[in-house]
């Protein structure tokens, strides 16, 4: 089932996600209806407080490729081991500011640990898209947005436009 989506400014993006005590079906259901959200957007990455849960559940899938299978990752209380000093500059967008871009200056490397959908722990170092989209995501868990990267000026801009774009929502 898809969820909806909140979008910026919402008082529940900049709110701090509690850790998942323990798996249940209703979160595995909440962590699939995400993925369905995402694809369906379409997105790389969306985390449970963009769908009103404040939850600590990301889901992501950075396989761009149309010939590529796709890689599904769903991450339950996940965390950053260990960042690299090497930084990437990726633009970045997310689902809760659509249409809004801009670059972002993150560790090129991060090493990842979190609890699968069978109640696994993983752990794994992701570089490129993958380790941007992990700490945007993680980001969501602390009610930190990509535009809390930005000088207070953009980030000003783009919150006056989403605003705006709300408003009109409403309205149709
Ligand atoms: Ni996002």
């Not at 990752?73 to 967008?93: A, H, K, R």
């Not at 993983?122 to 570089?127: K, L, M, N, S």
Request: glycine share 4%; charged share 30%; hydrophobic share 40%.
């Amino acid at each position: 089932m898809k969820r909806k989506i909140l979008l910026h400014p919402d008082p529940r993006l900049k709110k701090v996600s509690a850790p998942v005590p323990d798996l249940s079906d209703d979160l595995r259901a909440l962590a699939d209806d995400m993925l369905e959200t995402m694809y369906d957007a379409p997105g790389v990455g969306l985390a449970a407080p963009q769908v009103g849960i404040l939850q600590r559940l990301v889901v992501m899938d950075c396989v761009k490729g149309e010939n590529e299978a796709p890689r599904p990752l769903i991450m339950f209380n996940p965390e950053i081991v260990s960042s690299s000093d090497e930084t990437n500059v990726y633009e970045e967008g997310c689902l809760s500011l659509p249409e809004q871009f801009a670059d972002v200056t993150r560790p090129a490397e991060v090493e990842v640990r979190w609890i699968d959908r069978e109640g696994k722990a993983q752990q794994e170092v992701f570089t490129g898209l993958w380790a941007t989209c992990a700490q945007h995501e993680i980001d969501h868990l602390e009610g930190k947005l990509f535009i809390d990267y930005l000088k207070p000026l953009k980030r000003q801009m783009i919150t006056r436009k989403m605003v705006k774009m709300k408003r009109e929502l409403a309205r149709t």
